[in-house]
């Protein structure tokens, strides 16, 4: 095969917004806010910024590391970066196969989900959302609908899926870096104009005077300690680190593989994850959880988080902005932010899919991204068509929780103990413009891997509904089981990729 020069980052921060991009999305508007609620605001905050230090940082560092090392040797997906680590293992590479599994499922129901963010703005802005948004049970009603019309949703998902296409076919610097360029500090500015709205609300019923958004501050902010002894408060927070961080999916690897080999990643890593956090945590913080703090109450906004993962983003902030002079552009402004950090994690999530085709196979951009698009928007219909059938669910288990444990286990157990903690250490700072604190040499071998076998067997345990579709009705188990017998297959279909790939490589080296 023919050498072909590897796309790579045009600049230092391009590289960091496109990572802080991936990371920042629907979990960091939508996620955090229901998590924290439903474990006990403050509460969850302790566990979660141990779980940063222990886990989402580390775990990062070792994404940077991995990805620029296995680029090194011109491979981008995680197969041939595993066997760039343990080429005496002919398996390894097979392990690898979930880097790319991973990210492709996500982004099929990762879109759809993303493109009601689209759909909503939109109708919010020109002022459809407005009747709904008197009561609960009618704007439950009104996403119930949306959910299950094909008219306008999948005109908003096709809209959607080819500003992903678009953005993609224009590859890593004049795409992927370019998009987030502009996107990230859009999305920031757009961010910081809703927090300081919600900041400057006060208390909006005189009946109610605790019912003002200091107090719903200090509901994410004053720690409840004795909650700390419930395990699934620590559970739940371990989880929103991997979710908001996009570790354990194979993306950074793959961002990472397009670095030279003196381009820094302990600063640039570090860079990423700050730049998440602050979105996250201070500004996304600022949001969804006051505001509703200050129209529901401390009681109501428990069960709202409660009765489902959507309600707070799609069903209370459209209530709570309906009620704001201009309401029509803040409730556009909401939405179309969703839109934007949806965007930037979903086009991340195709670059390991796009990245395998082109290195392993020799394949151009433009006939590799033409492969996936056919392939995904195949695989997206059930999605859309059956979504009232659990298959989302099912996905989001498998691929969108217990998969990303698994992968992020394999990554830390080959850089620190394959790879030799010596080397890797060298590895990381390689070019790096800050040394990393000596206790992360101990951290990453024996913590960090400690950490995931505990929330992986601790997720299997829980999940015995899941798993054995107890939760299930039953007219949806052979929805369920179609589910499982798909994403089995993709991995079976994705390895025997990886095998052809070898053999190509190796006849070629012949």
């Known amino acids: 095969m023919a050498d072909k020069v590897r796309d790579s980052w045009a600049s ?61 040797f011109g491979h981008g997906t995680a197969p041939g970066i595993f066997h760039s680590i343990w080429n005496k293992n002919r398996f390894i590479k097979y392990f690898g196969v979930i880097g790319i599994f991973g990210p492709l499922a996500i982004f099929i129901y990762y879109t759809y989900i993303e493109s009601w963010t689209l759909g909503f703005g939109v109708l919010g802005l020109i002022g459809k959302l407005k009747t709904a948004a008197v009561a609960r049970e009618s704007m439950q009603a009104f996403l119930s609908d949306y959910q299950t019309r094909l008219w306008p949703s999948y005109l908003f998902f096709l809209a959607t899926f080819f500003a992903n296409v678009y953005v993609i076919s224009h590859g890593v610097s004049k795409g992927i870096e370019r998009f987030s360029r502009w996107a990230m500090p859009t999305l920031l500015f757009m961010a910081v104009i809703l927090m ?24 994410l902010w004053n720690p409840d300690f004795s909650a700390l002894r419930n395990p699934k408060v620590w559970l739940a927070a371990a989880g929103q680190i991997f979710f908001t961080l996009s570790v354990g999916i194979g993306v950074i690897l793959t961002y990472a593989s397009y670095l030279k080999k003196t381009h820094d990643v302990v600063l640039s890593g570090l860079t990423s994850v700050s730049t998440n956090e ?31 993962a959507f309600n707070l983003g799609f069903v209370t902030m459209p209530m709570v902005l309906n009620r704001f002079p201009l309401s029509q552009f803040f409730t556009g402004l909401w939405f179309l932010l969703l839109f934007l950090a949806g965007v930037t994690s979903s086009v991340s999530l195709v670059q390991p899919a796009i990245a395998f085709l082109e290195d392993e196979f020799n394949i151009s951009r433009k006939k590799a991204v033409r492969i996936f698009s056919v392939v995904s928007f195949v695989l997206m219909q059930p999605v859309i068509f059956w979504f009232s059938k659990g298959i989302v669910d099912e996905m989001d288990f498998w691929v969108g929780t217990v998969s990303l444990v698994v992968f992020a286990l394999i990554e830390v157990v080959l850089f620190s103990w394959v790879l030799g903690m010596d080397k890797a250490w060298d590895e990381i700072h390689q ?20 950490f ?5 067997v601790s997720w299997l345990v829980s999940s015995r509904d899941i798993i054995f579709m107890t939760n299930v009705a039953d007219t949806n188990k052979s929805f369920v089981l179609g589910t499982r017998l798909a994403l089995l297959l993709s991995l079976f279909l994705l390895a025997f990729l990886v095998k052809i790939a070898w053999r190509r490589r190796e006849k070629g080296n012949s």
């Not at 703090?293 to 906004?301: C, D, M, Q, R, S």
């Not at 995931?452 to 992986?456: M, P």
């Open 12 to 72: 230092r921060l391009g590289v960091i917004l496109a990572v802080a991009g991936s990371a920042v999305g629907l979990g960091n508007f939508l996620r955090f806010p229901v998590q924290a609620v439903q474990n006990g605001g403050g509460a969850f905050m302790i566990p979660y910024f141990v779980s940063l230090l222990l886990l989402g940082i580390p775990l990062m560092w070792v994404e940077w590391a991995l990805g620029r090392y296995g680029g090194g």
């Open 196 to 219: 300081i709205r919600v900041l400057t609300l006060g208390a909006p019923y005189p009946e109610h005077p605790d019912w003002n958004v200091l107090n719903g501050l200090g509901y």
């Open 278 to 308: 602050l979105i996250e945590v201070v500004i996304a913080g600022s949001i969804v959880i006051p505001a509703a703090f200050a129209f529901l109450g401390p009681t109501e906004i428990e069960g709202v988080a409660k009765s489902g």
């Open 431 to 450: 070019g790096a413009d800050l040394a990393i604190p000596r206790v992360y040499r101990f951290i990453m071998k024996y913590i960090t891997p400690l």
């Open 452 to 456: 995931l076998i505990i929330i992986l």
